[in-house]
């Protein structure tokens, strides 16, 4: 099978839906699990993303705290949020905003990679916090459940033709690109 | 570019004629108004020239050490891959390849790619067909994503920083010298195939780049 017949057959609009529930639904356990587990002096703590996002704050990392609260929190939900619109927009005989719907679609394929932030975060700390019995970092299941959301709304987002939103919309007239 | 000398927006499916821009000029599509192409300040073989520095660089990205961390007399070096390590031995083995792949695999092979579709020669293991190439590469593109790893790094040596004691290696440099230039790459490249379809080897397109 060549690239285009790859594309093909996880292009369209059922296809951005069904992955953008399957990223919905993994986002649960990615923010109930534990997504970190810190060893620190015979002492242990389980970190979810948020509990990691507060304990940042309480520590005076506030602008640290912020990223990772905007990457790995806000920016999967917006995206989920934005591929609803854009889904629901592309409806059969619907009468989107075709102009916006585009602005928002090209916004929701260049803010899908910085979730991978977390991901990379523990992945990095897992593999340099190895110190034994002083303090040892290791990664916990909810990253899992959190790396399959982010890829599924990446696929979901390459899923998505946003051409479909001009399919009602009258070609324009003029063909020379405005400068 | 289509055969006749026409361009389309990806975005909305537009076709435009060719036109000439100045460097940095924008071009943007009269139906959706997004940017389909820019006047490049780097010539045409600007994303040649980067694509193979970022190849170059990434060889002591991955071989040199990437940060050292000591605590209490113990000092660990890491390099490029060792959370892979880490990870596929802690038996998350799916989330160990995520990261390889992301971290270091596709931004080389998508480096690759782009060489391979600028070379002025055909490069021996990658598809003759420029068009198929360019499907190649945008599919990489968005799997590419060694930025986002060197913010990761930086957020975490920001937070161990007060724990342990952090020295950050060559092989980092490298590793962000190796994404800069992706990056610069990445932007001609998009600049050029914004209908993701073809491109003449030999020529150069009329309307931006």
């Known amino acids: 099978m060549n690239t285009s017949a790859l594309a093909s057959a996880f292009k369209g609009r059922a296809a951005a839906g069904a992955l953008s529930v399957a990223a919905a639904v993994m986002l649960v356990p990615a923010n109930l699990l534990p997504v970190l587990s810190t060893e620190s002096s015979g002492r242990?703590?389980?970190d979810t993303i948020f509990s990691g996002v507060v304990e940042l704050w309480?520590?005076?990392?506030?602008?640290i705290a912020v990223i990772i609260f905007g990457a790995s929190i806000v920016i999967p939900v917006l995206k989920l949020a934005g591929l609803a619109c854009l889904i629901y927009g592309a409806r059969p005989g619907g009468r989107p905003d075709a102009r916006k719907l585009t602005h928002l679609y090209g916004a929701l394929d260049f803010i899908g990679r910085w979730s991978m932030l977390d991901v990379f975060l523990a992945a990095f700390l897992t593999g340099l916090v190895q110190f034994g019995e002083f303090s040892t970092v290791q990664a916990r299941s909810g990253i899992v459940a959190f790396a399959a959301a982010v890829v599924l709304t990446v696929l979901a987002t390459q899923a998505f033709d946003p051409r479909t939103l001009w399919h009602e919309t009258p070609a324009a007239s003029d063909d020379t690109p405005e400068r | 570019m289509s055969g006749d000398g026409r361009f389309t927006c990806r975005l909305c499916g537009h076709e435009h004629r060719s036109i000439a821009l100045a460097p940095g000029e924008q071009a943007h599509c009269v139906r959706c108004d997004s940017v389909?192409?820019?006047?490049?300040?780097?010539?045409?073989?600007?994303?040649?020239?980067?694509?193979?520095?970022?190849l170059i660089m990434a060889v002591p990205a991955a071989v040199l050490p990437f940060v050292s961390a000591g605590k209490l007399g113990n000092v660990r070096v890491c390099l490029l891959f060792t959370d892979f390590g880490a990870l596929w031995d802690g038996g998350m083995r799916a989330l160990a390849v995520l990261v390889l792949l992301c971290g270091?695999?596709?931004?080389?092979?998508?480096?690759?790619?782009?060489?391979?579709l600028h070379a002025p020669r055909r490069v021996p293991g990658f598809p003759e067909d420029p068009a198929e190439l360019s499907r190649w590469a945008q599919a990489l593109k968005h799997w590419a994503i060694p930025e986002v790893l060197v913010l990761a790094v930086l957020v975490a040596l920001t937070k161990l920083g007060s724990v342990v004691d952090v020295t950050i290696g060559p092989g980092f440099w490298c590793y962000c010298a190796m994404t800069l230039s992706l990056i610069v790459a990445q932007q001609a490249f998009d600049l050029k195939s914004f209908d993701g379809g073809a491109r003449p080897r030999s020529s150069q397109p009329e309307a931006a780049p």
């Open chain 1, 58 to 63: 309480r520590h005076n990392l506030g602008p």
């Open chain 1, 44 to 46: 242990e703590r389980d």
């Open chain 2, 36 to 54: 389909i192409a820019t006047g490049s300040r780097l010539g045409p073989q600007g994303v040649l020239v980067f694509a193979i520095t970022g």
């Open chain 2, 104 to 116: 270091g695999i596709i931004p080389v092979a998508f480096l690759s790619s782009l060489v391979a």
